[in-house]
C-alpha cells in the first residue's frame, strides 16, 4: 500500500489519538457454566446460569461490548482459520484478486471498502455462513425477486476453505447460545431469537490490517456500528480495536486476551430490544510496524424478518422507538453502497427511528 493515499486520511476529528486508554471496564465474562452441562438443551434451569445471565445483561446495558473465555469454541479450530488466513492474504495482489467481490458475487477478497467514506487500511476475504445465503436481489421495496450468495474459494492455500467451514460451525453455535443468554437477560424465553436465524445471512470476515506508514492519520476501519444481531470478534495480540465508551464517549482500547472472543451486540438487537441494549460505535487502530489480522462473525437474521421492537418489550408507556424494516432489503441497501463512495451516509437505524 505505501505511501497514503488521501482516500484513507480521517477528518481531524476522527483521527486516533496518541494516548491510548487501555479497557479495564470491559467485561470479561467466563462462560463455563453453560458448557459444563451435559444436555445443554434447557441451560435456563440450572442455578449458575443466573448469575452469567444478570452478567450479561449489565455487559450488554453498560458497555455493548463484552470478551468471553471458557466459550466452548476449539483451540484448535481457531488456529486452522487463522493460520489458513495468514497465508491467503501474503500471496500476490494479482493471486487474490482472481476471487474478487463485485455487485453481484458479495463474498470474497476486497482490499477497498470504505466506512464512512473514507477507505479503510485493509483487505477482506468474506464468506456467507449458509451456503447459498437467499436475499432480494434488489434493494426496491417493490421488487420481489430473490437470489442467491455463494461463496468463492481461493485455489490457495487449498485448507482456507475447510478451516472457515468448521470454525463457522463452531461459532455459529457460541453466537446462538449468546443470543439465548441476552433473550434470558431481557426477561425473555433462551429460545426467543432462534427462528430469525434458521435461514441465516450471517457472515464471516478475515481482515487483515497491513502495517501502515501513517497510523495517526488512516485507520484499519473507521468508527461505525455492526448491522446484525451480534458479532463474535476473534482478534490476535496486536491490538488495535476501540470501543467508544457510552459514559464519557471516550476510545478505549479492547487489550488483548489470549483465546477469548469478543462480542457485540448489534443494530438488530437495539431493535429488538427497543434500546434497552445498543449497539456502540468501535473502530480499528493501525500501526507502521505490525500487521494485524482479527475474524469477525456477523450474526445476522433471515432476509425476511422485519426488524422490529419484540412486543414483549413494548408497551403504552415505552412504545416501540422503531418502525418495523425488511433486514434483506437493508442489507442488500448497505452491499451495493460498498462499491461506491458516497457523497451521503449508508442507510441506518436511525432512519426508521420513530419521532419522539
Ligand atoms: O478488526 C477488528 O477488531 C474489528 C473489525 C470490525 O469492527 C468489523 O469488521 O466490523
Ligand atoms: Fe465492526
Known amino acids: 500500500m505505501g505511501e497514503v493515499d488521501p482516500a484513507f486520511i480521517q477528518d481531524p476529528e476522527h483521527r486516533p489519538k496518541l494516548s491510548i486508554i487501555e479497557a479495564e471496564g470491559i467485561p470479561l465474562i467466563d462462560l463455563s457454566p453453560i458448557n459444563s452441562i451435559p444436555t445443554p438443551d434447557s441451560i ?5 446460569i443466573e448469575g452469567l445471565v444478570r452478567e450479561i445483561g449489565s455487559a450488554c446495558k453498560d458497555w455493548g461490548f463484552f470478551q468471553v473465555i471458557n466459550h466452548g469454541v476449539a483451540l484448535a479450530k481457531r488456529e486452522k482459520i487463522e493460520t489458513a488466513a495468514r497465508k491467503f492474504f501474503a500471496q500476490p495482489l494479482e493471486e487474490k484478486r482472481k476471487i474478487r467481490r463485485d455487485e453481484k458475487i458479495v463474498a470474497g477478497y476486497y482490499d477497498t471498502e470504505h466506512t464512512k467514506n473514507v477507505r479503510d487500511w485493509k483487505e477482506v476475504f468474506d464468506f456467507v455462513v449458509e451456503e447459498p445465503t437467499l436475499v432480494p436481489a434488489s434493494p426496491d421495496p417493490e421488487d420481489k425477486e430473490e437470489t442467491q450468495w455463494i461463496n468463492q474459494w481461493p485455489e490457495n ?3 482456507l476453505r475447510p478451516a472457515c467451514e468448521e470454525y463457522a460451525r463452531e461459532v455459529e453455535k457460541l453466537a446462538l447460545k449468546l443470543m439465548g443468554l441476552i433473550a434470558l437477560s431481557l426477561g425473555l424465553p433462551e429460545d426467543r431469537f432462534n427462528s430469525y436465524f434458521k435461514d441465516q445471512t450471517s457472515f464471516i470476515r478475515l481482515n487483515h490490517y497491513p502495517p501502515c506508514p501513517s497510523p495517526r492519520l488512516a485507520l484499519g476501519v473507521g468508527r461505525h456500528k455492526d448491522g446484525g444481531a451480534l458479532t463474535v470478534l476473534a482478534q490476535d495480540d496486536v491490538g488495535g480495536l476501540e470501543v467508544k465508551r457510552k459514559t464519557d464517549g471516550e476510545w478505549i482500547r479492547v487489550k488483548p486476551t ?8 448489534g443494530d438488530v438487537i437495539q431493535v429488538w430490544s427497543n434500546e434497552r441494549y445498543e449497539s456502540v460505535e468501535h473502530r480499528v487502530m493501525v500501526n507502521s510496524e505490525k500487521e494485524r489480522f482479527s475474524i469477525p462473525f456477523f450474526l445476522s ?9 419484540l412486543e414483549e418489550l413494548t408497551n403504552e408507556r ?3 422507538k422503531y418502525k418495523p424494516y425488511s433486514w434483506g432489503k437493508f442489507i442488500t441497501h448497505r452491499k451495493l453502497s460498498n462499491f461506491k463512495k458516497l457523497s451521503t451516509e449508508n ?3 436511525y432512519h426508521f427511528k420513530v419521532s419522539e
Request: overall charge neutral.
Open 157 to 159: 492455500p487449498p485448507e
Open 318 to 320: 415505552n412504545p416501540a
Open 301 to 309: 437474521p433471515a432476509h425476511y424478518t422485519q426488524v422490529k421492537p
Open 258 to 265: 489470549p483465546n477469548a472472543y469478543i462480542i457485540n451486540v
Open 44 to 48: 435456563s434451569e440450572l442455578k449458575a
Open 347 to 349: 442507510i441506518q437505524i
